[in-house]
């Protein structure tokens, strides 16, 4: 049987526990960047379903360099953390420009590319969600 002393040190601990959350929760902020419902070209998201893999990845694209024809068979998030970068869906010529602080929902299984078209290099933090051991860029053979 547990003993008076064993029950008030174990709500001792929880009341003290308890505390520890609500305080540390007090010291966190969080700021939204971003909530959609659908990619850059207006298509619902669309996730894998199974042998689900997520990739995040950092990328460093120069001033002036454009990214070649591709397309994503999966979700595609990205937040611009420098930079200007310029995105195209090449079957409709439709572009929208990204800046820093922007969040991107990638097109799925649509042809684009991207350029810098700013004087700083862009950096994006890139995160993929995708099916079993592959990637989620497929380039476009002219």
């Not at 869906?89 to 799925?108: K, L, Q, W």
Request: charged share 20%; hydrophobic share 40%.
């Amino acid at each position: 049987m547990i003993g008076f002393k064993t029950c008030l040190a174990s709500a001792a601990a929880a009341c003290l526990l308890a505390s520890s959350s609500v305080l540390a929760l007090e010291a966190v902020t969080v700021k939204p960047l971003a909530e959609k419902t659908e990619t850059a070209s207006g298509q619902p998201i669309g996730l894998p379903r199974k042998d689900v893999r997520v990739l995040v990845s950092t990328y460093d694209i120069a001033p002036g360099a454009r990214l070649p024809v591709h397309k994503h068979p999966f979700a595609r998030y990205a937040v611009v953390q420098g930079g200007t970068l310029e995105v195209t869906n090449t079957a409709t010529g439709a572009s929208t420009t990204y800046r820093t602080g922007d969040v991107v929902i990638e097109m799925i299984d649509q042809w684009h590319h991207a350029r810098n078209i700013g004087e700083d290099a862009v950096k994006l933090l890139v995160i993929d969600q995708i099916e079993g051991a592959g990637g989620n860029t497929v380039l476009h053979r002219d």
